[in-house]
C-alpha cells in the first residue's frame, strides 16, 4: 500500500469515524482478529481440561512422589506470569538442552496457554473430586465397580456439576487472556483493534472489539447456564 | 459322586471370619474376632457404640483391611495370615470376585445422587457385568415392586425419604444377586416412624433365607428376625447364640447389662 493511499484511507476513515461505512471497513479485519482469538481459546480448552484432569488425578493418586510432583508443576504454573511463559517458550526454550525446540508462534502460544491453563483447571477438578463423599466410593466399590469406573460413572458427574461455577470463571478469564499472545506479534482481536486504533485515530475499534469480547462471554455464559440447569434435575 | 459334591457345598460356611485383629492408629478395635456364618443364617450383632460391630462387617468386604487374620467367603480366601503374621490379601481380580458375592446396605444409603431410583438399580449390573439395558430394566422393576417403590423408579433420590432411599439401597444391592448381604446399621440414620418399612423388607429378605449379617441397634428385629445374635464389646465376641436363648439369659454379665439397658 502506498503512502498515498494509506494517508487517504485514514482521512477517509476521520471524516467516517462514526460512520456505517467505516464500520464496515474495519470489520474485516476485526473478525480476522476474533478468528485467532476464537483458536487460541478453543485449542487451549479442548487440551488444558483433559490433561488438568490428569494432573488432578494424579496429584489424589496414593503415590505421594507423584503428588508432590504436580504440586511443584502447578506451583511454577500458577506462580509466575502467563506472559513470561509464553515468552520462555518461544524465545528460550530452543536453548534449553534436551528438551530444547523452536517452535513457531502459534503453537509456542498454545502450549503456554495449555500448560498454564491445565494448572488451574487441576486444582478445580481436585477440589471437585475431594468433595465428593467417601460413601460415594464405597457404594460403588461393594458394587463391584473397578477404580476407572467408579470414576467415569459415579464420581466425575457429579464433579461436573459442582465445578461448573469455577470453571465458568475459569473458561470466561481464558477469553480475555488470549489477549496475551499479541507478545508473540500474533494477530488476535485485541491486537487488530489497537492497529486500527493506532492507523486511524479513532478509538472506535477498542468499542467494537469490547462488543466482541462481550458476545463471546456472553456466549459462554448463556452454555454455562444451560449446563447448570441440566445439572439442576437433582440435588446432592 | 454329584450328590457327595452338593453335600461338601452345603456344609462350605459362606464367612468364616477366624481371628480377625484391626488397629486404628492406637486404639484396637477388633481383638481377636472371630464367627463363622452358615447359608441361610440372620445374624443380628449387637452391642454399644464403638464396640467394633461396624468394623468387623467393613472388614468382611474390604471395606477396611485387617492387620491380622482371616476371612474365607464361601470356600475362597479373601485374605490370610502366614506364619510370620504377614497379612496376605487374595489379587485384586480375584478380591473383588470374591467381595462382589457380598452385597451391602450403608447407615447413610450412599444411593448415587446424579442417576434416577432406576438408574441406581441398574448401574453395577450394567457396568461390572456388562448386561445390556433392555436385560436389566425388568430385574430392577421386579426388585421396586419388591420393596414398594415401582412408582419411584424414575425420581431422584433427593426427592425420597429416609426409608425409601433405605429401600431403593437394598434393591440396588440385591440387583447384583449376592449370595450374602450385610447391613451397617440400615436404620439407625431414620427417623423413627420410617425404621418399619426398612424393617420388613430386611424381614422379607430373612424369609426368602438370604444370609445376612446385620448390625443393629433394633432389638426386636434382632430377637424376632434373626436365628443368631452376636454380641460384641471392646473389639470382641463375647457371646454368640440363638436369639431366643440371648434374650431370655444372657450369659455374660455385660450382655445383660447392655440388654437390659436397650429393653
Known amino acids: ?16 469515524h462514526d460512520g456505517m461505512t467505516y464500520f464496515l471497513e474495519i470489520l474485516q479485519p476485526l473478525l480476522e482478529g476474533t478468528g485467532v482469538t476464537l483458536h487460541v481459546f478453543l485449542l487451549t480448552l479442548a487440551l488444558s481440561v483433559p490433561f488438568g484432569l490428569g494432573l488432578a488425578l494424579l496429584r489424589l493418586s496414593p503415590w505421594r512422589l507423584v503428588g508432590r ?114 507478545v508473540l506479534a500474533m494477530n488476535d482481536l485485541l491486537r487488530a483493534a489497537r492497529g486500527l486504533v493506532q492507523r486511524d485515530f479513532t478509538t472506535m475499534p477498542f468499542v467494537v472489539a469490547a462488543a466482541f469480547y462481550l458476545l463471546m ?7 454455562f447456564q444451560y449446563l447448570e440447569k441440566r445439572h439442576a434435575v437433582y440435588d446432592d | 459322586m454329584p450328590s457327595t459334591t452338593t453335600e461338601l457345598m452345603d456344609v462350605t460356611p459362606m464367612i468364616a471370619a477366624r481371628k480377625l485383629y484391626k488397629r486404628f492408629g492406637r486404639a484396637e478395635v477388633l481383638k481377636g474376632v472371630s464367627l463363622t456364618i452358615d447359608k441361610g443364617e440372620v445374624i443380628a450383632v449387637i452391642g454399644p457404640s464403638g464396640s ?70 441398574t448401574e453395577a449390573p450394567i457396568t461390572v457385568k456388562g448386561l445390556s439395558r433392555e436385560a436389566v430394566i425388568p430385574q430392577a422393576e421386579e426388585l421396586l415392586r419388591k420393596v414398594g417403590l415401582l412408582e419411584k423408579r424414575d425420581a431422584y433420590p433427593a426427592r425420597l425419604s429416609g426409608g425409601q432411599k433405605q429401600r431403593v439401597a437394598i434393591a440396588r444391592a440385591l440387583a447384583m444377586e449376592p449370595d ?24 422379607q429378605l430373612a424369609d426368602e433365607r438370604m444370609t445376612m449379617l446385620v448390625v443393629t441397634h433394633e432389638m426386636a428385629f434382632a430377637r424376632d428376625v434373626s436365628t443368631r445374635v452376636v454380641f460384641m464389646d471392646e473389639g470382641e465376641i463375647l457371646e454368640a447364640r440363638a436369639a431366643r436363648e440371648m434374650f431370655a439369659s444372657p450369659a455374660h454379665p455385660r450382655t445383660r447389662a447392655f440388654l437390659e439397658h436397650m429393653l
Open chain 1, 69 to 182: 510432583v504436580v504440586n511443584g508443576y502447578i506451583w511454577l504454573m500458577r506462580g509466575t506470569p502467563l506472559m513470561l511463559q509464553m515468552l520462555f517458550i518461544y524465545f528460550a526454550l530452543p536453548f534449553v538442552p534436551v528438551i530444547g525446540v523452536r517452535l513457531p508462534d502459534f503453537p509456542a502460544a498454545i502450549v503456554a496457554f495449555v500448560l498454564n491453563y491445565a494448572a488451574y483447571f487441576a486444582e478445580i477438578f481436585r477440589a471437585g473430586i475431594q468433595s465428593i463423599e467417601r460413601g460415594q466410593y464405597e457404594a460403588a466399590k461393594v458394587l463391584g465397580l473397578s477404580y476407572g469406573q467408579t470414576m467415569r460413572r459415579v464420581v466425575l458427574p457429579q464433579v461436573v456439576k459442582r465445578i461448573l461455577p469455577p470453571m465458568s470463571n475459569e473458561t470466561i478469564t481464558l477469553v480475555k487472556d488470549t489477549s496475551l499472545i499479541y
Open chain 2, 180 to 203: 450374602i448381604m450385610l447391613f451397617d446399621e440400615p436404620t439407625s440414620a431414620l427417623d423413627p416412624e420410617l425404621t418399619g418399612e426398612v424393617l420388613r423388607s430386611m424381614r
Open chain 2, 52 to 121: 467394633g460391630k461396624s468394623t468387623f462387617l467393613r472388614c468382611l468386604n474390604h471395606l477396611e483391611v485387617i492387620d491380622a487374620g482371616e476371612i474365607v467367603i464361601e470356600g475362597d480366601t479373601l485374605v490370610d495370615t502366614d506364619a510370620s503374621g504377614c497379612c496376605r490379601y487374595a489379587p485384586e481380580p480375584e478380591l473383588r470376585r470374591i467381595c462382589r458375592k457380598m452385597g451391602m446396605v450403608f447407615q447413610q444409603f450412599n444411593l448415587f445422587p446424579h442417576l434416577t431410583v432406576l438408574q441406581n438399580i
Open chain 1, 1 to 16: 500500500m502506498t503512502i498515498q493511499t494509506r494517508i487517504g484511507r485514514r482521512l477517509v476513515g476521520v471524516a467516517r
Open chain 1, 217 to 223: 462471554t456472553l456466549v459462554l455464559t448463556w452454555g
